[in-house]
């Protein structure tokens, strides 16, 4: 079964807008992971961020971690044509295998 | 070392075959994943080895689906007895640490059962 929820399920925007992707989860995490993915293909790990952590930066995405709402945000700054993707976030378990439980992801469309 | 490799890329059977394919997972991760993804959803996870050793399997894993890894490199997932609703993208990831740094995912099979 699936974590979370993911909102929205779709975003349009213009090149060089920011795009916010929120994430909701249920159960207690270890950490929270947001992919990308080109149609067609596999999942590409963008960023991680662990239960402690309340934000995290890389290059042009910044993650928000909030444990007592259980949510997530993924900002990509300045967008590109190339950001053109589904962004999925997925919730790392505590113990056992750390499997990752993915939600349905948001379907971003940068328009150039 | 050129990532997760999965063979083949594309699969097309017909119904009741038999299909198997294979992950090539990074050297040195002992952590590999099967995942199932279907159209407009997020990977489901399959089944999980550390080093050779299935240690948890989904509900979603059905007696016609068989996963192996061994001596602990590449791993390949056997669905016997196909049918459509088998139909999806079967993603394999691997990891050495996966609380740290994350999965490294394939470009997955997508298997389309006809």
């Known amino acids: 079964s699936q974590q979370g929820e993911e909102d929205p399920q779709a975003l349009s925007i213009q090149e060089g807008e920011n795009a916010t992707m929120n994430c909701s989860y249920k159960?207690?995490?270890?950490?929270l992971q947001w992919y990308r993915q080109n149609s067609g293909r596999g999942l590409v790990h963008l960023i991680l961020?662990?239960?402690?952590?309340r934000e995290k930066h890389s290059g042009r995405l910044r993650v928000t971690l909030d444990t007592s709402k259980k949510s997530s945000s993924l900002l990509i700054t300045a967008s590109r044509a190339a950001d053109t993707a589904s962004y999925f976030c997925?919730?790392?378990?505590?113990?056992?295998?750390?499997?990752?439980?993915f939600g349905q992801g948001t379907r971003l469309t940068i328009n150039p | 070392d050129t990532g997760v490799s999965q063979d083949p890329r594309h699969k097309i059977t017909k119904r009741g075959q038999n299909v198997t394919f294979r992950c090539d997972p990074i050297?040195?991760?002992?952590?590999l994943y099967w995942y199932r993804q279907t159209l407009g959803q997020g990977p489901e996870f399959l089944t999980y080895?550390?080093?050779?050793?299935?240690?948890?399997k989904s509900r979603l894993l059905s007696d016609r689906f068989s996963a192996e890894r061994p001596k602990g490199s590449f791993s390949t997932l056997e669905i016997q007895r196909t049918e459509q609703g088998d139909s999806a993208m079967y993603l394999c990831?691997?990891?050495?640490?996966?609380?740290?740094?994350?999965?490294?995912f394939g470009s997955g099979t997508r298997l389309t059962v006809v």
């Open positions: 990831a691997s990891s050495l640490s996966p609380g740290l740094s994350g999965y490294t």
């Open positions: 159960t207690s995490i270890n950490n």
């Open positions: 961020i662990r239960s402690n952590e």
């Open positions: 997925a919730t790392g378990e505590i113990q056992g295998a750390q499997k990752l439980v």
């Open positions: 050297s040195e991760h002992n952590r």
């Open positions: 080895f550390q080093n050779e050793a299935q240690l948890e």
